[in-house]
């Protein structure tokens, strides 16, 4: 079955620091791939996706590539701000000509961010 | 309002109480979902409806009890349940459940911080 293998937190950097959040996947056929951010005491937000291979998601200066070869999604981010502090979720969905459109997600990373 | 809303936010209950959870989007979707989110865990997903009806049930007790009145709302009835039911409840909705496109992109609301005592 679908599975999602991110690395475990927490992380801790300080502020302007570079991100790296790990993820890589066991899925057959073609997934789209997800990062997911819950911000304290809120819900799942979508940070970024990408749906086929070499592409890149990019959103809040956050960044992420789907390496098929690796099969990997690495999060990253050139400078981390205090307000980035949250869990971050690695998730994959939709295997073209599967049935099962549902959501797999890691188990989340904490990251916190000291000015 | 915009996006997925959930009330209440926060709640507290006994093991015989009975108290339901409300889900509202405003997306115009057709598919809903409740997850639960445990500490140190990965999200479990609990139901699944597509156009109102229930498509998935992954073993969940029958102390939760899903309804989906219409495309827009979502409910969780709770009863007589277990401290180790504490946790944070999340609905999310998307576009179709089986889309004709490659993804499946869900929109979460807030939660509710359920604490059983």
């Known amino acids: 079955g679908n599975s999602v293998t991110q690395m475990e937190g927490p992380v801790t950097l300080s502020e302007e620091a570079f991100l790296t959040i790990n993820c890589t996947y066991t899925?057959?056929?073609?997934?789209?791939l997800f990062w997911y951010v819950q911000y304290p005491g809120e819900g799942l937000q979508l940070l970024l996706k990408?749906?086929?291979?070499?592409d890149k998601g990019s959103n809040k200066g956050f960044e992420a590539t789907y390496r098929k070869e690796t099969t990997s999604f690495h999060l990253e981010k050139g400078s981390v701000q205090v307000s980035d502090s949250a869990v971050y979720f690695c998730?994959?969905?939709?295997?073209?000509?599967?049935?099962?459109?549902?959501?797999?997600f890691g188990k989340g990373t904490l990251l916190t961010v000291n000015p | 309002e915009t996006g997925v809303t959930q009330t209440p936010r926060h709640l507290v209950m006994g093991m015989t109480n009975k108290k339901s959870l409300k889900c509202e989007q405003h997306?115009?979707?057709?598919?809903m979902y409740w997850y639960k989110q445990s500490a140190k865990k990965p999200l479990e997903l609990m139901f699944v409806?597509?156009?109102?009806?229930?498509?998935e049930n992954n073993s969940v007790p029958s102390r939760f009890s899903p309804e989906c009145p219409n495309s827009s709302h979502l409910f969780l009835h709770l009863h007589t349940l277990q401290p180790e039911d504490s946790a944070l409840y999340l609905c999310?909705?998307?576009?179709?459940?089986?889309?004709?496109?490659?993804?499946?992109?869900?929109?979460f609301g807030p939660g509710t911080r359920l604490t059983v005592l």
């Open positions: 409806y597509s156009l109102e009806e229930r498509v």
């Open positions: 899925a057959t056929g073609y997934p789209s």
């Open positions: 997306l115009g979707h057709n598919a």
């Open positions: 998730a994959l969905s939709g295997v073209r000509g599967g049935s099962n459109y549902k959501l797999t």
């Open positions: 990408a749906t086929k291979a070499d």
């Open positions: 999310a909705s998307s576009q179709d459940f089986r889309p004709s496109g490659r993804h499946n992109e869900q929109f």
